[in-house]
């Protein structure tokens, strides 16, 4: 399941209507790189049409992800404010939702109900991604971490509610971009 559905399975509509105002829209060139492991980032990403390539300098700078139309990134640095733990750049040609990380961090400090959505939304997320890496650790140390999917049958009841929400406000969310 893409990340950014847990997000907008929590989130109201002002929530969403804030992001859209507050962030911008990049396109990303082939090659570019969004997020340099361990340098400090300046804004969370949503990934909305391409793909972007995750490596570590600890894997040799392997390959050990891909991410799709719909996925966060950036939000483990957001969360922790330590330096990213891996490097990722644009597979191919790349649209990104880039919302400013100051300008985030002030609404949620400001906004304790909006804080509350989104801070549950990533945890939703980040515990479904622990959950998938744990499972793929049992089938061997040459297994790549690729969390693009997540079993609808394996989310919680609750996040369970939400999705068919989430997928349409997704749809939305890419209609009005597109229109932009």
């Known amino acids: 399941m893409k990340k950014v559905l847990f997000i907008l ?22 090659g570019t790189v969004l997020i340099h492991e361990g340098q ?8 909305l049409e391409g793909t972007l390539a995750v490596r570590t300098v600890a ?17 483990m640095s957001f969360i922790d404010t330590r330096p990213p733990s891996a490097t990722v750049l644009a597979k191919e040609p790349s649209l990104v939702l880039s919302l400013p990380r100051q300008q985030l961090a002030t609404k949620l400090r400001q906004d304790i109900g909006f804080a509350s959505r989104f801070y549950r939304a990533l945890a939703v997320f980040l515990s479904s991604r622990l959950r998938v890496t744990v499972k ?8 790549e971490i690729d969390e693009d999917e997540l079993p609808l049958d394996e989310l919680a ?3 369970k509610d939400n999705v068919a929400l989430a997928k349409t406000r997704l749809d939305w969310l890419m209609r009005r971009l597109k229109g932009s």
């Open 9 to 30: 399975g929590e989130l109201d509509d002002d929530d969403i209507d804030w992001i859209l105002e507050t962030a911008t829209r990049e396109e990303i060139a082939v």
């Open 136 to 143: 793929q650790l049992g089938l061997g140390s040459d297994a």
């Open 157 to 159: 009841r609750d996040a």
């Open 59 to 75: 894997t040799g700078d392997r390959e050990i992800a891909h991410l799709t139309s719909g996925e966060v990134v950036g939000e």
């Open 40 to 47: 400090p980032i300046s804004n969370l990403y949503i990934l």
